[in-house]
């Protein structure tokens, strides 16, 4: 059973900067476009970025030029960069595939205060 264990969240001031990780289990992840998603209270969760095996990133447009995604296929470990935070990009952060092929992690907390 692959597992996802992501880690680095918190709680920041408007305009400040996270780094989040998440490690995958299993050796597959070097073959797996993988995603980091958002859920805030009362929403659905989101991708919000998204990176293939070979690199190639996508971001939704809410966190484009300020959020960056990257990946460390010797660790099984993807991370993702935010700058410039908002309060609206409070949300419990996960990772997972991009087809969500496996079972959520515990995801880690950001709260960004104004």
């Known amino acids: 059973q692959v597992q996802l264990v992501e880690s680095g969240g918190g709680l920041v001031q408007a305009g400040g900067s996270l780094r989040l990780s998440c490690t995958v289990s299993?050796?597959?992840?070097?073959?797996?476009?993988m995603g980091w998603y958002r859920q805030a209270p009362g929403n659905q969760r989101e991708l919000v970025a998204s990176?293939?095996?070979?690199?190639?990133?996508n971001y939704a447009d809410s966190v484009k030029g300020r959020f960056t995604i990257s990946r460390d296929n010797a660790k099984n470990t993807v991370f993702l960069q935010m700058n410039s935070l908002e309060p609206e990009d409070t949300a419990v952060y996960y990772c997972?595939?991009?087809?969500?092929?496996?079972?959520w992690g515990q995801g880690t907390q950001v709260t960004v205060s104004s």
């Open positions: 997972n595939t991009n087809s969500i092929n496996y079972p």
């Open positions: 990176i293939t095996a070979s690199g190639t990133s």
């Open positions: 299993h050796s597959i992840f070097r073959i797996l476009t």
